[in-house]
């Protein structure tokens, strides 16, 4: 017995001082918000004072002191995000983690980020590169302070490497190239097309259907002009086309009221990017006010002042994907003699050869890998980097021959003090592709569109095209004069909901969204002549209401009425549409629409096509549209199973999809419908980048509101239902007649240390509903004081 003692002891004591290591090992590199730090690189003190929430407000004399310590307080809570940014727009993923990223670096160096940003950073004006260098600066002077480093690169056996100017240009690039949407589309559209054949490909093709509304209520986009050509390609085996995301904005928004349209008499202010979520967040909240610069939002680590959402006084922005078509595939014919030759409509032509060599982290320390570029006239030879494309393509993106200022544009954004201002500063932004929203303190709103819009000798884009007769040429670009804008609109407000513009007459997509915007129109239309308020607003940005439920629930409460479905079609009557965490009704029609798009559409695209590319949330619109479109046509072709002998109808589909919603729900809620609601399956979760391995670095779960297709947005995975995988992940709101009020979230926390208060403290308000002060006029008397004193 005595033995017993002191062994259950022993394993006590051993249990509470593995339990002490491992708080002290995770709290050390949790930053104090109080004292004094003596840094070099600094010419004068700085002020930093940081919210109960983990915002903090930088106060400088000057613009350099005031870059160089926002560089240096967001690596205090960023540094490992920062790092696999730096990593990533350098090709160089494999000297942190291996093989696993190997297939990334070789993409990433073959796409030439790297090249890219340092064209960039030379392009702009030494005005904004002071900031961008003050600001690398800072970071570096953190990773060289002696504070304690991220856990993460104890874990990993590493060290942060030192900052270049580049390496933030490199950053807004990897946003840029994430926003493209014809990365993904054109070539599974091209493998549809080579499975089922041209007409099915150009059938499920999406365009903007006719009755969506648009930003001006005009319609000048020019129809389809596609052409579908087969090439030879290899055998497809793994799509994984997610696997160059960083950041996906699919269903983002912005809302606008002028003067006029307010009970204030004051312009309303609200935007939301929708993004896949990230931990720590995608953004980090906070206001930096030095020389020309005051100004808070959602700022990028690793970038200069505050990115596509932020106030500053004068006025204030949001952003959404603009979805423009700034990426095409040409294919090469290589000279039989020579591969290292491809066909041009004057002859053979020597592709430009890039040697580059990529450091891999394995067991014995590190491995060099060689990897040999060919980069022709259209760009580089992607066919071996990038799943699903033909032989031989090369991937043509407008980056690659405007050089990206874009940080200058953001920059001059930051400082913006009425609509023409905001405009010539986002006249400089020529690579990441987005739809600003504008308002300020004046009652003005307005919208811009930015990036560069290629014009085409043939043909849109949709499909790859022949890269050796030169007839689908670029010939230049659309004029930053003539990219869609608006401001003062008629009606007294507008909102994006990543819809068509309306008022370009030529061709800059087929891929803009249109449920939310139908859901927006039909609030307006139901509130007539009401003014609108700041509590109005918020309950727009939350809206939970969904126009698919709205078309699609009639049809199945007719459909399956009469069959051993009827019990559960009771679910959807006097169900009011709305995607909300009690409804029954949502997660059982959730789980039918996922499945009536897989049974109608399977079959064409193929199974495979399916699974890896239509049912992924970034691709998600193109059923749906092709759904919305036939659905009032029972008999439409597309409803017949090709792989079966009968001929099924739109009635066959619905009874089927429903029986195979019914198994799925009950599978994973039970078979009591009294007990389904949707919040228990539909939930968001934020993983760390080594949550996989070290799952306690994960937070718990957020049951959350809204579906694909809802203003309040809940993008789900249709393989792994109902979990969420994209939602409004910062959200920003301004009352010009109250500016203080101003209110601004970005989930879970501010933080990346995973012991920090701040590491996930956000979450929950994030999911119902809620925001933080921003604090834009009271940031200086926030009692958390940090002060920053020169070296």
Not at 338 to 357: C, S
Request: net charge neutral; glycine share 10%.
């Amino acid at each position: 017995m005595k033995k017993f003692k002191i062994l259950l002891l022993v394993l006590v004591i051993i249990a509470v001082s593995l339990y002490i290591a491992f708080e002290v090992f995770f709290r050390k590199a949790v930053p104090s918000y109080t004292g004094l730090l003596k840094i070099e690189g600094l010419s004068s003190m700085v002020e930093v004072r940081t919210d109960e929430n983990g915002i903090p407000h930088i106060f400088a004399d000057n613009e350099k002191d005031l870059f160089f310590a926002q560089g240096y307080i967001t690596a205090r809570e960023r540094l490992f995000q920062m790092e696999l940014t730096r990593l990533a727009g350098r090709g160089e993923l494999s000297t942190l983690f291996g093989d696993a990223v190997l297939s990334k670096d070789r993409f990433l160096r073959t796409a030439g980020f790297r090249r890219l940003a340092l064209q960039g950073y030379e392009a702009m004006t030494g005005e904004k590169r002071n900031i961008i260098d003050a600001y690398v600066s800072g970071i570096n002077a953190f990773i060289k302070s002696g504070e304690p480093l991220p856990a993460e690169f104890t874990i990993l056996g590493a060290k942060p490497g030192e900052w270049e100017g580049s390496d933030s240009v490199a950053a807004g690039l990897l946003m840029a190239f994430s926003l493209t949407r014809s990365l993904y589309v054109d070539l599974l559209l091209y493998r549809i097309g080579e499975y089922a054949g041209k007409e099915t490909a150009e059938l499920l093709a999406p365009s903007y259907p006719s009755f969506a509304p648009t930003l001006t209520g005009k319609r000048m986009s020019p129809g389809p002009d596609r052409e579908f050509i087969k090439f030879p390609s290899k055998e497809l085996d793994k799509t994984g086309l997610s696997d160059f995301l960083q950041g996906e904005i699919p269903a983002s928004n912005w809302m606008l009221f002028s003067g006029k349209m307010t009970e204030s008499g004051k312009a309303l202010f609200a935007g939301s990017p929708d993004l896949k979520p990230t931990l720590p967040a995608l953004f980090y909240m906070m206001h930096i006010k030095g020389g020309r610069y005051d100004v808070a939002g959602g700022a990028l680590p690793g970038v200069p002042g505050i990115g596509p959402l932020g106030f500053n006084g004068h006025i204030a922005w949001s952003a959404v994907n603009g979805r423009g078509d700034e990426l095409d595939y040409f294919v090469e014919k290589l000279n039989p003699a020579n591969p290292d030759q491809y066909l041009t409509e004057k002859g053979y032509r020597d592709f430009e050869i890039i040697n580059e060599v990529i450091k891999v982290k394995d067991k014995k320390g590190f491995r060099e890998e060689k990897l040999r570029i060919k980069v022709s006239r259209h760009g580089p030879v992607i066919s071996d980097v990038m799943p699903m494309a033909p032989d031989n393509a090369a991937m043509k993106w407008a980056a690659f021959d405007n050089p990206c200022i874009d940080l200058e544009g953001l920059l001059l954004m930051n400082r913006a003090r009425n609509f023409n201002e905001f405009r010539n500063a986002l006249s400089r932004v020529k690579t990441i592709n987005l739809g600003f929203g504008y308002a300020d303190k004046n009652g003005n709103i307005g919208w811009q569109f930015t990036a560069s819009a290629p014009i085409r000798k043939k043909g849109d884009g949709s499909f790859p095209v022949p890269g050796w007769t030169g007839e689908y040429a670029w010939k230049g670009y659309i004029p930053y004069e003539r990219l869609p804008y608006d401001y003062n609109p008629a009606a007294g407000f507008v909102a994006s909901f990543n819809n068509d513009p309306g008022n370009a007459g030529y061709h800059l997509t087929h891929y803009y969204l249109f449920q939310r915007s139908i859901r927006f129109d039909n609030i307006m239309k139901e509130r007539g002549d009401k003014k609108v308020t700041l509590k109005d607003i918020r309950e727009m940005q939350l809206d939970t209401v969904s126009v698919v439920a709205q078309l699609w629930a009639p049809l199945v409460i007719e459909a399956c009425r009469n069959d051993e479905l009827a019990e559960y079609v009771k679910i959807l009557k006097g169900w009011g549409n709305d995607i909300t965490t009690g409804s029954s009704a949502a997660v059982l029609f959730n789980a039918f629409y996922s499945m009536m798009m897989k049974n109608t559409l399977a079959d064409e695209a193929g199974d495979k096509l399916w699974e890896e590319g239509l049912s992924q949330s970034y691709l998600l619109y193109i059923p749906d549209l092709v759904l919305t479109s036939i659905a009032g046509e029972p008999d439409h072709l597309l409803y017949n199973n090709v792989t079966t002998a009968e001929k099924e109808t739109r009635d066959d589909i619905i009874r089927k999809s429903m029986r195979e919603a019914v198994a799925l729900v009950k599978e994973k809620q039970g078979s009591n419908p009294g007990k389904w609601s949707w919040g228990r399956g539909h939930k968001m979760y934020f993983e760390h980048p080594m949550g996989g391995k070290l799952p306690f670095f994960n937070p718990d779960p957020v049951p959350t509101n809204g579906d694909h297709f809802t203003i309040n947005s809940g993008f789900w995975e249709l393989a792994n239902p109902f979990k969420m995988d994209s939602g409004g992940v910062i959200r920003i709101m301004v009352d010009f007649a109250d500016p203080e009020s101003a209110t601004i979230i970005s989930p879970p926390g501010q933080s990346g240390h995973y012991k920090s208060p701040h590491y996930n403290d956000l979450a929950q308000l994030w999911a119902d509903g809620g925001q933080v002060p921003l604090r834009f006029n009271s940031g200086e008397k926030i009692s958390r004081v940090l002060m920053l004193e020169p070296q």
